[in-house]
């Protein structure tokens, strides 16, 4: 599935946020980056791919001491087609 993954983070936890994520050490375990982007002011949003919730969760855990995170499942058009034309 792909997931729509936003993120902000507050302002005194950014120094520590912006080191971690200059180590680039994440963990990706079944969840494959897509793309992130990030906003000037301390947001973003990634669209990653994921095998399932655990492995989503486990990747999203890495982050929630220091980011406020909501993750939304998406559609391609192709799925969205298949809904639509079910009806």
């Not at 005194?12 to 969840?31: H, I, L, Y």
Request: proline share 2%; glycine share 8%.
């Amino acid at each position: 599935m792909i997931f729509r993954v936003d993120y902000s983070m507050p302002v005194q936890n950014v120094t520590a946020a912006q080191e971690r994520f200059g180590t680039m050490e994440e963990k990706w375990d079944g969840v494959k980056l897509i793309g992130r982007w990030h906003e000037a002011g301390n947001k973003g949003f990634m669209v990653v791919e994921a095998e399932d919730a655990v492995s989503l969760g486990k990747y999203s855990n890495q982050w929630t001491d220091l980011c406020d995170i909501s993750i939304v499942p998406v559609m391609t058009d192709e799925e969205v087609g298949q809904v639509l034309s079910a009806s």
